[in-house]
């Protein structure tokens, strides 16, 4: 398909969606979105948008590789380190100050890393076993992948020098083996999360939380859209909970800003400070 894509288009794809399987991507920030659409129709073939809507009005089971498709997954192990220096030492040890149990949120986990390193995080802290962990995702395949708690090993150069720079106890190899081109993480290391698949779109306030990691998710959103998940977001915190976003993001523009208190601005890391 070699024109533009029309926003009338993206219109009908998105009402067809919504009616159809009930995700809303119509908030979903219009450059990425458009991009993302047509990188479906040249991998798929499709040669007008049309054909596209039309697949997905017969094929259901073609839908769940759209939303892998239209969702960007690009993740990493202790991505931005000196945010997880910030957790290590001055958030977690602020939360367990004032409380046995440690209640933490990925919302957007996508296959895992992020989630990986909290549970190595806390174990390295011995905090683990006092810790709840939710981990949700829109996209079901990738919470699949989480799951499994494997990482590609090409990608693990970079992980470990992430580890590395967030000054971890060991060597990352610690917690892995090699299998079939993968590392295959310690399975004991996620025996206190919970893996669910969760939209943060029409998704429901499911929980309370005293800390939440919703990064680099919302910059797909577009304002109305991260204005809507911030109310979410700070629904399902305690009060004094912490919030944390991605480098690239910002809450200060949003409804909500003058519920919470930057903590960190340079890791993004805001605390909940009225209901
Ligand atoms: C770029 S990844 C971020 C992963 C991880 N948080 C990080 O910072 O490395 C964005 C994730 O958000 C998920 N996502 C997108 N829209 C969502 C929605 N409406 N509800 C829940 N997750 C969503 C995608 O499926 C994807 O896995």
Known sequence: MQQEIEIAELRKLTELIKEKYDYDFKNYAMSSFKRRIKRIVELYKFKTI???????????????????????????????????????????????????KLNVWHAGCSSGEEVISMTIMLEEMGVLDRSNIIATDIDTAIIDRAKKGTVSLKNMELNASNYERFEGKYT???????????????????????FRKHDLVKGVVFSKFDLILCRNVMIYFNQTLQN????????????????????????????????????????????????
Not at 61 to 90: A, G, H, Y
Not at 175 to 192: C, H, M, S, T
Not at 231 to 240: D, G, M
Request: proline share 3%.
């Open 50 to 100: 049309d054909s596209l809507i039309e697949k997905l009005e017969s094929t259901p089971s073609f839908f769940e590789e759209f939303v892998s498709e239209i969702t960007v997954n690009v993740t990493e192990m202790f991505r931005d380190p000196s945010f997880w220096s910030v957790l290590k030492e001055q958030i977690i040890p602020n939360i367990l100050l004032n409380h046995n």
């Open 172 to 194: 990352i190899d610690k917690y892995f083996q090699e299998q079939n081109g993968k590392a295959v993480f310690d399975p004991n290391l996620i025996r206190q999360v919970s």
């Open 228 to 275: 809507d998940v911030l109310y979410k977001l700070h629904e399902s915190l305690f009060r004094y909970g912490y919030l944390a976003i991605g480098s690239k993001e910002s809450l200060i523009w949003c409804d909500i800003a003058n519920k919470f208190i930057v903590v960190n601005n340079e890791e993004k890391v805001y605390k909940k400070i009225k209901d």
